[in-house]
């Protein structure tokens, strides 16, 4: 079926985000900007409490340009609000509008241009159209290489996207109002995209004499789940959750300290990564690398070995 999401601004007032995640919402794209001036007034306080409740918060920006100057005059905008966060989902280039009523081999090479310049600071970047403007105002061809969020309020969206937004009158605890729901057919989205090799400087081993063995202190990033620490470091999340006192594994943050007893080896202290190309197989990278398909399922939360894509960053060592 997918995983439950919704998108917001300030359009939604004062957001009670626990009511929110009990309510199975996974993810949420939080409104940050809109052209070059104007910075949604509950930016901050929904990414925060997006955060706090453990849903995973991605931004987005409601674009105005027609050319490509106006593009990444745009992109630094945005990139200059949402630098100051912490987000865990994708940034988005929200384009439904034809504001300047350009050609669509103009307005698709400026948007591929915002694209690029998201990309150049680090992030995962994802376009968002209406499918009816996606189809006919825009080149497709051009926006393969990046993940698409499209809506279509219907019984079926009738094409393919990473993210169906199927309605604008959704109804969620903790949000008065309606609100945009969304699902998100794509695994491993992310806020960052990841270097081919990094060295995981945070972790510590530190001796305990009375057990033997050793505790290692790792330090949570963007992205982490309890879970990919306990299959990063061969133990288990209800172990994790003993040796923290953590009483909801959904409820870890960026800096947190986690404790983790075993030995870490050396071959964890680097890690490999892979961007998937055109006609690649998780088969045919699992030979390539040495490994199985299991081992790079488990390492990249891929649930179905057929559903790979392109440009796909993936761990392979």
Known sequence: MGIRGIDVSHWQGNIDWKKVASDGIKF?????????????EKFET????????????GAYHFARFGSKSEALAEAEFFLSVVKKVNLSYPLVLDLEVNQRNVSKSVLTDAAVAFLREIEKAGYFAMIYSGKSFLENCLDESKLKPFALWVARYNDKLGRDADIWQYSSSGKVSGISGNVDMNICYRDGLRAQTSVKTEK???VKPVSNKKSGKSTTTYTVKKGDTLSKIAQKYGTTVKALQRLNNIKDPNKIYVGQKIKISGNVSKSSNKKQYYTIKSGDTLSGISKRFNTSI?????????KNPNKIYASQNIRVK
């Open 200 to 202: 995981t400087s945070t």
């Open 28 to 40: 949420a794209f939080i409104k940050a900007t809109e052209g070059t001036t104007l910075k949604d």
């Open 294 to 302: 299991k081992t790079l399922q488990a390492w990249n939360g891929i």
């Open 46 to 57: 929904n990414v925060s409490g997006s955060n706090t409740a453990g849903i995973n918060a």
